[in-house]
């Protein structure tokens, strides 16, 4: 295929992975009517696809209640994937955000002693960029992610009050700014910052949670600020968001974000 090409994608594929993830993430059966309800098909195409994966293993069908649920089949697809490192699951999910938004995107380890560290980053190839070393260490409170991670563990505003005045920035927001922004933040699941943590610099930034709800990892997208727009840079923090729930499912094992 030409590179010029459009990207053409099967519908009927794209249909059956709906359906699979609706009901890897119901603890009950549910019928055909309600599968197709929420996943916005047909009934007829959600019958027939039912059955196809029934027939393949990868849902089960009970007869005495009419439910579908997810089988056993999908260990088969996902046995390969088991004790791998996380860090090689995440990374085609920073490709593709790296790729679709032209920005570098971060990924970092939040340390029990008060720190984030850089463990991967994928640059983009089509524009000049900003750029950190793997290694880069960071208080877990500063910047974009350390927003998130204020809203992610629920801090009061006295003792957070307390941990910004340890904080340093290259341009300081101000503490009344900084809480409002950690507010914000467990409102939309991610969080800005414009030019605060490093002059000249846009992030956005989301925190992924373990099962138990403690902040794991830093997912943050980093653009010099006079290339990118602050539309194009809300875009990009949405697609975080959907990768934080994706990486929380997937490798954390979360469901509630």
């Not at 309600?34 to 996943?39: F, G």
């Not at 027939?55 to 069908?61: A, H, P, R, W």
């Not at 974009?144 to 341009?171: E, K």
């Amino acid at each position: 295929m030409k590179t010029s090409d459009p990207q053409k994608f099967v519908g009927a594929v794209e249909n059956a992975v709906k359906i699979l993830r609706r009901l890897a993430q119901v603890p009950a059966p549910e019928g055909v009517a309600i599968v197709a309800r929420e996943t916005g098909l047909n009934v007829s195409t959600t019958y027939n696809i039912l059955k196809t994966l029934a027939k393949e293993g990868l849902v089960t069908f009970d007869e005495r209640t009419k439910g579908y649920a997810i089988g056993m089949g999908v260990l088969e697809l996902a046995a390969p994937m088991l004790g791998r490192n996380p860090g090689d699951m995440i990374r085609p999910v920073m490709e593709r955000i790296s790729s679709e938004h032209s920005v570098l995107v971060a990924l970092w380890t939040i340390t029990p002693n008060g720190r984030i560290v850089l463990s991967d980053r994928i640059s983009p190839s089509d524009v000049v960029r900003a750029d950190m070393q793997p290694g880069s260490r960071l208080p877990d409170l500063v910047g974009a992610v350390g927003r998130c991670v204020a809203a992610a563990r629920d801090m009061d505003r006295d003792s957070l009050r307390d941990a910004y005045g340890r904080l340093r920035w290259q341009r300081a927001p101000g503490f009344d700014a900084y809480w409002d922004e950690v507010q914000q933040a467990k409102i939309d699941g991610y969080a800005f910052d414009f030019g605060q943590l490093f002059r000249g610099l846009s992030i956005a930034a989301v925190v992924i949670r373990d099962i138990e709800g403690t902040p794991r990892l830093g997912l943050s997208t980093i653009s010099i600020s006079d290339q990118i727009e602050e539309a194009a840079l809300r875009d990009a923090a949405m697609a975080l968001r959907s990768a934080k729930t994706f990486i929380e499912l997937n490798v954390f094992g979360r469901r509630d974000s």
